[in-house]
């Protein structure tokens, strides 16, 4: 089993989300995401959720 690094999941999953339409990553702060101020840099999109830690 590999041992979790608490500091690279921070790096990989904090403050990252996917655009619903097109699924590309977006690194950005949530309350941007929720005041819609990011767009997507591929589809233009505002609408994005979590990404998924597994
Ligand atoms: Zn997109």
Request: with cysteine; aromatic share 6%.
């Given at each position: 089993?590999?041992?979790?690094?608490?500091?690279?999941?921070?790096?990989?999953?904090?403050?990252?989300?996917?655009?619903r339409?097109?699924?590309?990553?977006?690194?950005?702060?949530?309350?941007?995401?929720?005041?819609?101020?990011v767009?997507?840099p591929?589809?233009?999109?505002?609408?994005?959720?979590?990404?998924?830690?597994?």
């Amino acid at each position: 089993m590999a041992a979790k690094i608490p500091i690279a999941q921070a790096r990989m999953f904090n403050n990252v989300f996917v655009c619903r339409d097109c699924n590309r990553r977006v690194r950005t702060q949530p309350t941007r995401v929720i005041a819609k101020k990011v767009r997507c840099p591929g589809c233009g999109g505002s609408t994005f959720r979590p990404v998924r830690r597994k």
